[in-house]
């Protein structure tokens, strides 16, 4: 008896241990740590539990690595951790910090490509965000991008960034197109585009869009020339759309099917990518009888006439406004 009793004893006490222990281990993983300093961590791909464990030692999130390696053996997730960019502040915790590698709870990064951008400025937009990777190597047209902003991960290509934004556009397209009236002068998707973009740099202001829109559908019905200045730039800069001075008489004149100035229609291609508003302008333009219209001078928006006297008359008070 004396012997089981010693036996029991011994048992009773490995439990209170081990118990002990237990506590102590939990406690270690649930301990808040303090970060003073705000820390951005990059999990690479294919980065295993060790190294991982590693990485956060380094950047001081955690003061031992061992400790984390225990908790994710522990609880079976050395194989779900998830690569990526990490944001740290305030208080965390192992278990915390385990937590969010599992969930793949990492830094959402934007870029955001501005309405009314050729397709060279595009490119240097992405080309030049430092949290992309490698080069644009696919084939994209002017116009194909639908300006948005768009959220990615560290890690994500440019060409992801491209296709993603061309995916955007084409669904846009596709609904505009679907809602065309078959009365409209605009046949396919591309006409939609390319009047859509001239819309987009001839107006800043949501409000004329329709109106402005409303000008050119009635050109494109009576067979009267766009004349609008910005195919003109665009012929003139060869789709650099960067003047650097203002529109000259010359420039009227200038041979380019882009130039609407000197060729019936529209031009070729677009001369940017318009925005869902200006897409959604030409499909849905404003029911009038303007032919002309010019900036007002004073609002940065635009007088309207339906005569060419109308506009005569609207284009002297502009000039001397400017005077």
């Given at each position: 008896?004396?012997?089981?009793?010693?036996?029991?004893?011994?048992?009773?006490?490995?439990?209170?241990?081990?118990?002990?222990?237990?506590?102590?281990?939990?406690?270690?993983?649930?301990?808040?740590?303090t970060i003073k300093t705000p820390i951005e961590i990059t999990i690479p791909k294919g980065t295993g539990l060790?190294?991982?464990?590693?990485?956060?030692?380094?950047?001081?999130?955690i003061d031992d690595a061992r400790w984390f390696i225990l908790y994710a053996r522990?609880?079976?997730?050395?194989?779900?951790?998830?690569?990526?960019?990490?944001?740290?502040?305030?208080?965390?915790?192992?278990q915390n910090i385990a937590h969010?590698?599992?969930?793949?709870?990492?830094?959402?990064?934007?870029i955001t490509i501005p309405e009314g951008k050729a397709l060279v400025e595009i490119k240097k937009i992405i080309q030049e965000n430092p949290?992309?990777?490698?080069?644009?190597?696919?084939d994209i047209q002017e116009g194909e991008i639908l300006p948005e902003t768009y959220h990615f991960n560290r890690g994500t290509t440019r060409n992801d960034i491209i296709l993603k934004a061309k995916?955007?556009?084409?669904?846009?397209?596709?609904?505009?197109?679907?809602?065309?009236?078959?009365?409209?002068?605009?046949?396919?998707?591309?006409?939609?585009?390319?009047?859509?973009?001239?819309?987009?740099?001839?107006?800043?202001?949501p409000s004329e869009?329709?109106?402005?829109?409303?000008?050119?559908?009635?050109?494109?019905?009576?067979?009267?020339?766009?004349?609008?200045?910005?195919?003109?730039i665009y012929a003139v800069t060869n789709g650099q759309m960067n003047l650097n001075r203002p529109i000259y008489k010359k420039d009227?004149?200038?041979?380019?099917?882009?130039?609407?100035?000197?060729?019936?229609?529209?031009?070729?291609?677009?001369?940017?990518?318009?925005?869902?508003?200006?897409?959604?302008?030409?499909?849905?333009?404003?029911?009038?009888?303007f032919l002309y219209f010019v900036a007002d001078g004073i609002t940065g928006g635009h007088r309207f006439a339906s005569t060419l006297s109308e506009h005569n008359k609207n284009v002297a008070s502009y000039r001397k406004l400017k005077k």
């Open positions: 008896m004396k012997i089981l009793g010693r036996l029991l004893f011994v048992i009773l006490i490995a439990l209170l241990l081990g118990g002990a222990l237990f506590y102590c281990i939990k406690q270690k993983f649930e301990t808040p740590i060790n190294k991982t464990a590693q990485i956060l030692a380094t950047n001081k999130l522990m609880k079976k997730i050395s194989s779900q951790l998830k690569a990526g960019e990490y944001y740290f502040n305030n208080t965390t915790s192992i969010r590698l599992v969930k793949g709870d990492t830094i959402v990064r934007s949290f992309l990777k490698d080069d644009i190597t696919i995916k955007a556009m084409d669904e846009k397209l596709n609904e505009a197109h679907a809602k065309l009236s078959p009365n409209s002068p605009l046949k396919s998707k591309k006409d939609i585009l390319t009047l859509a973009s001239i819309v987009e740099k001839e107006t800043g202001i869009r329709n109106l402005v829109a409303s000008v050119f559908i009635n050109r494109l019905n009576i067979g009267m020339r766009l004349q609008t200045d910005p195919t003109v009227l004149a200038y041979d380019s099917p882009y130039n609407t100035y000197v060729y019936q229609g529209l031009p070729p291609t677009p001369i940017c990518s318009p925005g869902k508003d200006a897409i959604n302008a030409v499909i849905t333009p404003a029911e009038t009888n």
